[in-house]
């Protein structure tokens, strides 16, 4: 130990004012948790009122029996291989290119193709038509290279049965998640009423039933598709050969109902605003989807860049408060995951955007394809009427934890719009948030404020963490 101590004391001398990378402190004057002011109660530390993280979902049986069902009376050949390019697909799928970006871009090859042609300033002639044609020409190939070439989906059976045996299992696990947060914050909150736009499925429903299933009466599934509801239906149905559903409510519909004034106690709109088929639309659903909540708006999307792009779109639009009548006076607050109503810190570089994106384990169906169990990377975003102050401005924890021997390194979104680094300590910060911290997870809240109500903990230096996008 003494070797150590002169090593490190001949190591600080020799490099006295270098800045070291990928090393974190704590500000002073931090509230360390106390036990004995009955923060937790008689609660563990691995239960801390912070903790929102779920186990690995496993989905409810009858839903299991219906699934197998179908696949095993399908007569469609090479389901995995299908399933699995459907998933991969629907994972890099990008928003459509607004018609102002596709001009933008069309402007700057043309003016780059000029430059580099140069041609002489005379008046335009037969030969400079020809070279002008050649010049759109070389546009439009250069445009389409370099465009994502967004398509919309045509849900046929065959189309929604692959997008069922892909993506049913993930879907429940990330609404199962996002649900969560609500019933473990909000215990009070018990709702009667739930519209699944863009219901697909089903899987919203199913999620809903699971945890609030002694309280909702009305389940209602929108979805253009056809052939998509009607897989649903039969979903819902089972494996009986009766016309009854596993539990009653649950209405299937084409279009949003028209009225401002028929609302919703929850309503969700899950991996589905990828499909409208431009910006402007998703405004104008995302308006609506807000007039017809009555308390908690639930957005889910992929874990990409994208998805929680979309997610940010959205929050703007219904925090800026764009409609020109209001048909509630509640103003909207952010419930989850951001612990504030700033711009978006993983967004701030526009260079180098970030996704804010969680995982959630989940035990997959039993399908011979599906391992034991995997995982749904997701973004999500949940927006409340109302009751903006009895939320606490705690940091939610934007990557995994990482305990070392005496000290833990966290990563957090604080109520400040920031994004900070921070190691604790047990000498430091008090034995209470110590433990709090070590048995967190990606996705939980850090119940810690400092005295004025900022933040805790302060980052020093970048450790330039890269996540997937």
């Known amino acids: 130990m003494a070797t150590v101590r002169r090593l490190r004391g001949v190591w600080r001398m020799a490099l006295p004012d270098v800045p070291l990378r990928g090393m974190a402190t704590v500000v002073p004057k931090v509230t360390q948790v106390d036990n ?35 696949v095993a009376d399908s007569s469609i050949r090479n389901v995995e291989e299908h399933t699995k390019a459907l998933t991969n697909y629907l994972w890099s799928r990008k928003r459509p290119v607004e018609e102002t970006e596709l001009l933008r871009k069309a402007r700057y090859l043309e003016q780059k193709l000029r430059a580099e042609a140069a041609p002489p300033k005379e008046p335009l002639n037969e030969l400079d038509g020809a070279k002008e044609k050649k010049m759109v020409k070389e546009v439009l190939t250069a445009l389409r290279k370099m465009t994502y070439h967004w398509v919309a989906f045509n849900y046929t059976e065959e189309l929604s049965f692959l997008y069922m045996a892909a993506r049913l299992d993930g ?69 009986s050969q009766d016309e009854n559903l596993l539990f009653p409510g649950v209405y299937f519909r084409q279009f949003l109902p028209v009225s401002p004034k028929v609302k919703f106690d929850l309503v969700v709109s899950a991996f589905s605003l990828n499909e409208l088929p431009s910006y402007s639309e998703r405004v104008k659903t995302i308006e609506t989807l807000w007039r017809k909540t009555d308390g908690f708006l639930v957005l889910v999307e992929n874990g990409t860049k994208e998805g929680h792009q979309m997610l940010m779109e959205a929050r703007d639009v219904i925090l800026k408060g764009t409609d020109k009548v209001v048909h509630d006076p509640r103003e909207p607050h952010v419930f989850a995951p951001c612990p504030h109503h700033l711009p978006c810190p993983r967004l701030a570089s526009p260079d180098r955007p970030l996704p804010c994106n969680f995982i959630q384990a989940y035990h997959p169906l039993p399908f011979s394809w599906n391992p034991q169990l995997k995982e ?40 400040d719009g920031t994004l900070q680094h921070a190691c604790i300590t047990p000498r ?31 980052e020093q230096t970048d450790l330039g963490d890269k996540e997937q996008s």
């Not at 863009?198 to 009305?218: D, M």
């Not at 606490?392 to 990563?411: D, F, G, K, N």
């Not at 430091?428 to 109500?453: E, F, I, M, Q």
């Open 36 to 70: 004995s002011s009955d923060f937790l109660g008689n609660v563990p530390h691995r239960k801390h009122p912070g903790v929102v993280h779920l186990k690995a979902v496993r989905l409810p049986p009858e839903l299991i029996e219906s699934a197998r069902f179908l």
């Open 171 to 239: 879907m429940y696990a990330a609404v199962s998640r996002a649900f969560h947060e609500i019933e473990k914050r909000v215990p009070n909150f018990q709702p009667s009423t739930l519209l699944d736009f863009g219901s697909g499925t089903g899987s919203v429903s199913w999620a809903a039933h699971n945890i609030w299933g002694k309280t909702l009466r009305e389940y209602m599934n929108i979805d253009s598709s056809t052939a998509m509801l009607s897989l649903a239906e039969r979903l819902m149905k089972g494996t």
């Open 376 to 415: 749904e990377r997701f973004s999500f975003l949940i927006l409340r009427r109302g009751a903006g102050d009895a939320n606490e401005p705690w940091p939610r924890i934007t990557q995994p934890v990482l305990c070392r021997s005496r000290h833990i390194h966290v990563h957090l979104c604080c109520p």
């Open 428 to 458: 430091k910060h008090g034995r209470d948030l110590y433990r709090c911290a070590r048995t967190s997870h990606c996705g939980d809240r850090l119940p810690v404020l400092n005295l004025d109500g900022e933040p805790a903990l302060e």
